[in-house]
């Protein structure tokens, strides 16, 4: 992460994952010397995301078991979730689960799921967790497919 002087007694700092896995990052002022005040503002919220859909299509051809995902918006669900309906179809037979965590409150999670509701999804909801949901993602992928 790069911080910067803004002036004016301010830092700037900017990660490099912008956009909305760029937003997940948790920034707090842990101890400041006596006599300096701290504090943290988001003054800039990223915006975008990685599409998952062409990198989805490409993996239709191999056998995975399980898929842990930075992303976590309900387009993101919803790309895995038709994905994964062609994987788990009579034609391609491969089964396989997306993990995908959230650190927002429930009202929150409600919206990110939405209408996909879906036996091969998996939603890890942490809310105000310190981890990346991508770290809280793959470490639920992993500890249900260890061999792999």
Not at 12 to 20: F, I, N, P, R, W
Not at 35 to 49: N, P
Not at 59 to 76: E, K, R, V, Y
Request: aromatic letters at 4%; one cysteine or more.
């Amino acid at each position: 992460m790069q911080v910067a002087d803004a002036g004016s007694g301010n830092l700037d700092a900017t990660h490099l994952s912008k956009g909305v896995n760029g937003n997940d990052v948790v920034i707090e002022v842990l101890d400041v010397p006596a006599g300096i005040a701290a504090a943290v503002s988001r003054t800039q919220s990223g915006s975008g995301q990685a599409p998952l859909t062409n990198a989805l299509a490409n993996l239709l051809a191999h056998d995975i078991n399980g898929l842990a995902f930075a992303n976590h918006t309900n387009a993101d669900l919803q790309a895995f979730d038709t994905h994964a309906t062609a994987a788990w179809g009579p034609t391609q037979r491969r089964w396989r689960h997306g993990f995908f965590a959230h650190v927002g409150n429930n009202s929150q999670l409600g919206t990110l799921i939405g209408s996909v509701q879906a036996k091969h999804l998996c939603v890890l909801a942490a809310e105000r967790a310190k981890s990346l949901p991508a770290q809280m993602a793959a470490a639920v992928c992993v500890l249900k497919y260890p061999q792999r």
